[in-house]
């Protein structure tokens, strides 16, 4: 994973203007890459783009950063040249839903309830310890148009693309998107490779919901199904397990550690995720997920409300 990408992971999370200016977009190249059926995925500096392609039109499954909406647009243009008919939204973090100002000034962007309320707002991000950002508020030509509560079907390309609701995972705003013609997933960030979670604990999230999502994901695939999760390699379920079993073996140990009265740093002194350590990566250390499970699991989340 190249610098750039881990620094795209990192701050682009939810990127605040700041962050955003020390990116060099201009080097970003998209790759693209055939994942099966009609369905295309596309990687540049944030989260993974689904697309998928056919005589209606294409709709694509996030929108990376905006200043990459060009290059995106040009991938797009050398798969087909049919228009893009719509962009769903897997969450609100900018490196997932940076390009709504750019996509929605003429595209419909479909998402949760939840996403459109807190891209109007913006508002912090983090797991209520060292993982800090900032989500700025979205302008109104970024805003979803079309949203739901649980689920909502796109009928286009002679595929049923079902996004489907799962609460209170990355965020409180998340969907999975199935193209079950296709025979592929788009997990957005409940499902990643680069080790152990960022979990917006600020945003609504929580590693019960992100354990849930991927367990309630698991039960309704086939077990030849491509998964595209939200950052890293087209992955297979096998992958999606080995990441759940993580999850819930670590959320265990920490669990009894805090039932026990043990302190954050008593936590961290004592290693606790030390037989984990091969998921500690560049973006969240140990260190920082043992915040998030310490922090999830006392309730010392600072969550940022949500609109009414």
């Known amino acids: 994973m190249s610098p750039l990408r881990l620094l795209s992971i990192a701050a682009g999370c939810c990127l605040s203007v700041t962050a955003l200016a020390q990116q060099d977009f201009s ?5 693209v890459s055939k994942v099966a059926g009609n369905v295309y995925m596309l990687q540049g500096a944030g989260g993974n783009i689904g697309v998928s392609v056919g005589e209606d039109g294409v709709v694509i499954v996030d929108d990376d950063y905006a200043p990459l909406a060009d ?34 000034k003429s595209t419909p962007i479909i ?18 310890g060292s993982i800090k950002m900032n989500s700025p508020a979205s302008p109104p030509e970024g805003l979803p148009i079309i949203t739901f509560e649980r689920d909502v079907t796109v009928h286009l390309n002679g595929e049923d693309i079902r996004a489907l609701h799962f609460p209170n995972g990355h965020t409180d705003g998340d969907s999975v998107v199935f193209f079950p013609k296709s025979n592929v997933v ?65 959320r265990a140990v920490a669990q009894k550690a805090v039932k026990a009265g043990k302190t954050l740093e008593q936590l961290k002194q004592a290693k606790i995720l030390a037989p984990w350590q091969k998921f500690s990566g560049a973006f969240i250390s140990t260190d920082a997920y043992i915040e998030t499970l310490f922090n999830d699991l006392t309730g010392k989340k600072n969550v940022t409300p949500l609109p009414h």
Not at 71 to 100: E, M, S
């Open 186 to 250: 788009h997990m957005g960030d409940d499902f990643v490779t680069y080790g152990f979670p960022f979990i917006d604990l600020q945003g609504g999230g929580s590693v019960a919901g992100m354990i849930n999502a991927c367990e309630g994901v698991l039960k309704q695939l086939p077990p030849d199904v491509k998964i595209i999760p939200g950052h890293g390699p087209i992955s297979t379920p096998e992958d999606l397990k080995r990441f759940v079993t993580m999850l819930k073996e670590t």
């Open 111 to 128: 998402a949760h309830d939840n996403v459109r309320k807190r891209l109007q707002v913006g508002g912090d991000v983090g797991n209520g």
């Open 71 to 104: 290059k995106i647009v040009a991938a797009l243009k050398g798969i087909t040249d049919k228009p893009l008919r719509f962009v769903i939204n897997t969450h609100y973090h900018g490196d997932h839903a940076g390009g709504n100002p750019v996509f929605g």
């Open 27 to 31: 080097k970003v190249e998209i790759k």
